[in-house]
């Protein structure tokens, strides 16, 4: 019981952060810096700079990206504590999707901002986090009303 409640709230807070996440890749999306960036090699500063060269759009968003993440991923270990299959399922989907959403985000910044598939991909990935993370608390939200409807009332 005490993982869905906690459950619950983590994905209250990723769907808001989706949101944000939303709107910080759709400004970035009609940015005319993101055009005169050349290709380059893996660094975290190169990458960093690279973000910071497009501004604090960019690196806003990056961090987020990265935050949810992270965050999906404590959503999955709380989706394993409750022991629901579904709930499980939406779980490892949810974070699978925002890994995915994150790598393809940071092949995009090496391609420079150029490479319109890795756009696409981070943008299929994102809706699909943010779809599995919905349809997760949905099925929390049901799973707590049950239990509260199965436990005696004093």
Do not use: Y
């Amino acid at each position: 019981m005490k993982s869905l409640k906690a459950l619950k709230v983590v994905s209250i807070v990723l769907l808001a952060l989706l949101a944000i996440q939303f709107e910080l890749g759709m400004t970035l999306n009609l940015s005319p810096s993101l055009q005169n960036t050349p290709a380059f090699s893996f660094s975290l500063p190169a990458v960093w700079g690279a973000l910071s060269k497009v501004g604090a759009a960019a690196t806003t968003h990056a961090v987020v990206g990265s935050l949810l993440v992270i965050l999906t991923l404590g959503a999955f270990l709380l989706a394993l504590l409750t022991r629901v299959p579904s709930i499980v399922v939406f779980g490892v989907l949810g974070f699978l999707t925002a890994a995915v959403a994150a790598a393809t985000g940071v092949l995009f910044t090496l391609s420079g901002f150029q490479a319109d598939g890795l756009s696409h991909g981070m943008a299929t990935n994102f809706l699909a986090t943010f779809s599995f993370q919905f349809i997760e608390l949905c099925i929390v939200s049901v799973q707590l009303a049950r239990s509260r409807l199965s436990t005696p009332q004093a």
